[in-house]
């Protein structure tokens, strides 16, 4: 099927969530989920897996074991590609609209190490300060995870790119409130068209961080 942006049911599904978080609920409307949610979904993995690769969906049930809050289902829809090379995009649909971004947005210690030795020097530093300072004006956010409040061991305060340095990832993303055109085909190309712009941050990414190579921690 071609990807023609999801249609109104599924904005409507989550707002309806978000009022009723059961699994009574859920039970009742699986339905429309499998329909205005998750088949549009695999249509777009469908429309973009040969440039950007496979989205896999993340799943709807939330992991309440050792959450104070215990609504069983997660208000929001989201899909990402694998981080086979350390940067990865993603798109993700809630009651108020889309989000779409690219990146890495938690780095593991080995892939931090190698980001903050990838921003001291001159060379590859100023690269990804170029390529940041340019999605900044075409009105992307940067964002990670985890930020310092203050400078990295070692990094003085008054450093040029000091501020990258303090963030624990590096995503680039931009907030689409709900639209019409999220109901159309016209949502492919506002979707790649973010991830397109993101290209050059995660082609730096993928070369100067890569993937973890740590064993995954223990739960």
Known sequence: MTF???PAEAF?????LEANNSRPWWQAHKDTYDHAVREPFEDLTDAVMAEFGELRMFRPNRDTRFAKDKSPYKTAAAAMTSQADGASYYVQLSASGLFVGAGSYHLATDQLQRWRAALADDRTGRQIARVTDG?????YDLAAAESLKTAPRGWAKDHPRIELARLKG?????????????????????????WRDAAPMCAWIDANIGPSTL????R
């Open 170 to 194: 590096l995503v680039m993303a931009r907030t689409f409130p709900k639209a019409k055109w999220q109901s159309t085909a016209k949502a492919l190309d506002r979707i790649t068209g973010v």
């Open 215 to 218: 064993p995954p921690p223990e």
């Open 12 to 16: 409507d599904f989550y707002t309806e």
């Open 135 to 139: 999605l900044v004006g075409q009105g």
């Open 4 to 6: 023609k942006g999801w």
